[in-house]
C-alpha cells in the first residue's frame, strides 16, 4: 500500500491559517492525493483532492510539492468548526477499490 | 438525499450476544463499505459491497461477522458472539463507481453506530 505520514496533532488559533502537511515519499505517477476530516461523532468527509496543480475549494486548498513526495491542506482562516481528525489518502495506481486510512492528524482550534 | 443513514447510533450489549447493523447508503450508490474504528485510530477496512456482490473481505472480519447486502440496497453487520474487543464504532459508507475507485470519486460516511460490549 502506498503509505502517508502525517503529524499525530497540530494546534491552531481561531481565524488563523493552517497549514496540515502530509508525506507520500513512495507515491505513484497516477496516484491521486485525497483529504478527508473527521468531525467529533462523525464519520469521516470529503475535503479536497488533487494530482500534480494545487486545488482549491469552499473548504480548503491543497498545495502539492512539485516532486508530489509531499502536499499541505490548508485552512485559510480555521474556525472551531474545524477542529477534526484530517487523513491524507492516496488513491489511484494501486487499484484498490477502498479507501486506506491512516490515523490522521488531529487538529485543535483554540478561541 | 439524506446522506448515509445508520442505525443505531449506539447499542450496547452484553459478551455473548448477536448484535445487528442496518445502514441504508445514498440511493444511487451501487459501491457500500463497512469499517470499524478504535479510539485514536482511523477507520479499519472491513468489507465492500458492489451492488448486492461481496467483492472483498478483510482479514478483521473474522468468522463471527457478516454482511449482507440483499437487493444491492440497504445493508446489514452481524456481529455474533459480541466480545469485549468488539467494542468500537461501525462506519458505513457508499459511493458510485466500478472496479477500482476513481481517483475523483468520494466516499459519503455515516455517523456510525458505537458499540459497546460490557
Known amino acids: 500500500d502506498a503509505k502517508t505520514t502525517q503529524p499525530n496533532s497540530m494546534e491552531s488559533n481561531e481565524e488563523e491559517p493552517v497549514h496540515l502537511p502530509c508525506n507520500h515519499s513512495?507515491?505513484?505517477?497516477?496516484?491521486?492525493i485525497h483529504w478527508y476530516r473527521q468531525l467529533p461523532s462523525q464519520g469521516p468527509e470529503y475535503v479536497i483532492h488533487g494530482l500534480t496543480s494545487n486545488v482549491n475549494n469552499r473548504m480548503a486548498s491543497l498545495a502539492i510539492a512539485e516532486d508530489r513526495k509531499s502536499s499541505t491542506l490548508i485552512l485559510h482562516r480555521a474556525t472551531l468548526r474545524d477542529a477534526a481528525v484530517y487523513y491524507c489518502?492516496?488513491?489511484?495506481?494501486?487499484?484498490?477499490?477502498?479507501?486506506?486510512f491512516g490515523a490522521g492528524t488531529r487538529l485543535a482550534v483554540h478561541p | 438525499d439524506t446522506g448515509v443513514s445508520q442505525n443505531p447510533r449506539h447499542k450496547i450489549t452484553k459478551r455473548g450476544q448477536n448484535v445487528t447493523f442496518r445502514c441504508d447508503p445514498i440511493s444511487e450508490h451501487n459501491r457500500l463499505y463497512w469499517y470499524r474504528q478504535t479510539l485514536g485510530q482511523g477507520p479499519e477496512f472491513l468489507t465492500y459491497f458492489q451492488n448486492e456482490a461481496q467483492l472483498e473481505k478483510s482479514r478483521l472480519l473474522s468468522d463471527r461477522f457478516s454482511a449482507e447486502r440483499p437487493k444491492g440496497s440497504f445493508s446489514t453487520l452481524e456481529i455474533q458472539r459480541t466480545e469485549q474487543g468488539d467494542s468500537a464504532m461501525y462506519l458505513c459508507?457508499?459511493?458510485?463507481?466500478?472496479?477500482?475507485?476513481?481517483?475523483?470519486?468520494?466516499?459519503?460516511f455515516g455517523s456510525g453506530t458505537q458499540l459497546s460490549v460490557l
Open positions: 459508507a457508499s459511493s458510485y463507481g466500478q472496479g477500482a475507485i476513481r481517483p475523483n470519486e468520494k466516499l459519503f
Open positions: 513512495t507515491i505513484s505517477g497516477t496516484d491521486y
Open positions: 489518502i492516496l488513491v489511484g495506481s494501486g487499484g484498490y477499490n477502498k479507501l486506506i
